[in-house]
């Protein structure tokens, strides 16, 4: 008799579940981030380590330079020209994402991903960040 109330019970909880996964940093945490001031060690030492941090090629500027070469050998020419493009600053992307899946185990799912990204230039100084609020999926 006793089994009957545990089974009911059992599926609840198992059919409900919450998982995150990253550090959830809400507006009052990266209050104190000033642009062309903090450097990457101080938001390191205060948020942790980033999810990912890549060069931003979006946020780059490049340079290109051509030389033109041409060699007269009786009545041919030969021309070569020559392109190097390489970047003016280089600036870096760092991530740090929150991930929060609630519901149930197989039904009934509702995900939501935070953003909180930071562009740093060649010395590691804040060009500028923002938070970006969860985006839901949910799985039926």
């Not at 642009?35 to 890549?54: C, D, N, Y």
């Not at 929150?98 to 935070?114: A, L, P």
Request: charged letters at 20%.
């Amino acid at each position: 008799m006793k089994l009957y109330w545990l089974l009911p019970i059992a599926v609840m909880l198992w059919g409900c579940a919450t998982a995150e996964m990253g550090r959830q940093i809400k507006p009052e945490d990266v209050a104190w981030i000033q642009k062309g001031v903090t450097v990457r060690s101080e938001i390191v030492k205060r948020l942790g380590a980033p999810f990912s941090e890549a060069p931003d090629w979006l946020a780059m500027k490049f340079q290109s330079t051509s030389t033109t070469t041409t060699n007269k050998e009786g009545e041919k020419q030969q021309s070569v020209t020559t392109t190097t493009v390489e970047p003016i600053n280089k600036i870096t992307r760092a991530l740090y994402l929150h991930t929060k899946s609630e519901g149930g185990v197989f039904v009934g799912i509702k995900t939501t991903q935070e953003q909180f990204w930071i562009r740093y230039d060649e010395r590691g100084v804040v060009q500028d960040f923002g938070l970006e609020p969860g985006v839901g999926m949910n799985a039926h």
